[in-house]
């Protein structure tokens, strides 16, 4: 059964929307995150974060049924919502090599066949231009269009390459952006002002970040001594994988959102946590 592992609110969260409030939801492979945003004050008012197993997720109807008993923000009334798609089936194209036509056929080539799923495009801020083609699934298209209306669809791959991309010039020629969740990783490498990879890794234990994180440098030829490592996300500064970090990595830093833009009190909870959820909708 899925488990509601983080919901925290604001004050003043009493189930009505006001008029710019945005719902933003996060879908990956075993987790969903809803977040509360306000399009006007660019602010966060409420979260919540569902964890469940890949066999659950096979049964998206019967698991977001699950979800929304649970939840007091996917029973409001929203002017729109965004869903993003946060799974390894997505795909760069150069702009000047795609075609709507065959984009499913490069995912088909990379990912396999899949007649359940719909392919989606998000045009990348990027030079030269790229398109993000990706797979969606059917059910959780039909589910969700038919609960919320005005649903934008985008993938998580497109808005980490978009805020990267704004930052490329503030920081030093080598870097390694890594986005922890319960079960993954996504790095995302930049080089010589350049997006060199965006990647999805499962992992179990410390040891296999770490052979991840020496094989990217190693692929990349990236100075362990000078490369900047940005962590993010579920990750515990206290425990073995953030020791192993600063072991291997001479520089390595946490990426906090603005506390300023928090409507929610979470100093219960290391601000970190929740970077990679709060980037979406802010």
């Known amino acids: 059964m899925s488990n509601k592992s983080f919901s925290i609110y604001s004050s003043g969260e009493e189930g009505i929307s006001d008029i710019h409030d945005r719902l933003v939801l996060e879908v990956g492979r075993t987790h969903m995150a809803c977040i509360n945003t306000n399009e006007h004050t660019k602010s966060i008012s409420a979260f919540e974060l569902f964890n469940f197993t890949e066999n659950e997720a096979t049964d998206f ?22 869903v993003f798609i946060n799974n390894e089936l997505s795909l760069l194209v150069p702009v000047f090599k795609f075609n709507t036509e065959i984009a499913g ?12 799923s719909a392919i989606h ?5 990027i030079e030269p231009g790229m398109m993000n083609a990706y797979r969606v699934s059917e059910d959780l298209l039909r589910i969700v269009q038919d609960k919320f209306k005005k649903v934008t669809f985008r993938h998580t791959y497109s808005n980490i390459i978009k805020t990267i991309v704004s930052d490329l010039l503030a920081y030093p020629s080598e870097c390694i952006y890594i986005h922890f969740y319960n079960t993954f990783l996504i790095v995302t490498v930049a080089k010589d002002e350049k997006l060199q990879l965006i990647q999805s890794f499962m992992y179990q234990a410390p040891e296999d970040v770490l052979y991840y994180l020496l094989n990217i440098a190693e692929r990349f030829e990236l100075n362990r001594e000078t490369v900047i490592l940005e962590i993010s996300g579920m990750i515990d500064l206290h425990f073995t994988l953030y020791r192993d970090l600063i072991t291997y990595f001479r520089h390595v830093e946490v990426q906090n959102v603005q506390s300023s833009k928090m409507l929610i009190d979470i100093k219960e909870y290391p601000l970190h946590y929740f970077t990679p959820f709060f980037n979406l909708a802010l």
Not at 62 to 80: C, N, R, T, V
Request: glycine share 6%; no cysteine.
């Open 61 to 82: 109807s019967k698991l977001f049924a699950a979800i929304a008993a649970q939840s007091k923000l996917l029973d409001k009334d929203y002017p729109g919502t965004v």
């Open 105 to 116: 056929d490069y995912l088909d080539v990379i990912f396999g066949d899949d007649s359940n």
């Open 121 to 125: 495009f998000d045009h990348l801020p």
